[in-house]
Nanobody, 116 residues
């Protein structure tokens, strides 16, 4: 069955870094655009970053540009989110998403806490 399993979340101090991973299985990973979303308590889920099937193009929400980097390894069926210069407002549950024109899959999320 389809699985997206996020990992790498945790507690980090402001200014610190984390690298999230999302391991995919049960579908043809290289055919799906991959995205990271995040949802803070009481707020809507928002797009963080997207990467195309080959990794040739990426897109970021304005507040993440220059701090976050999305990448993928199609040989490992994994997408990554490198997060640098983390701020308290980056704290949220981060979700992995796989999407084509007809299919849309979500992971269970990994929590990121940014606090001193």
């Amino acid at each position: 069955q389809v699985q997206l399993v996020e990992s790498g979340g945790g507690l980090v101090q402001p200014g610190g870094s984390l690298r999230l991973s999302c391991a995919a299985s049960g579908f043809t990973f290289s055919s799906f655009a991959m995205s990271w979303y995040r949802q803070a308590p009481g707020k809507e889920r928002k797009l963080v970053a997207t990467i195309t099937t080959t990794g040739g193009s990426t897109n970021y929400a304005d507040s993440m540009k220059g701090r976050f980097t999305i990448s993928r390894d199609n040989t490992k069926n994994t997408v990554y989110l490198q997060m640098n210069s983390l701020k308290p407002e980056d704290a949220a549950v981060y979700y992995c998403n796989a999407r084509t024109n007809t299919d849309d899959y979500w992971g269970q999320g990994t929590q990121v806490i940014v606090s001193s």
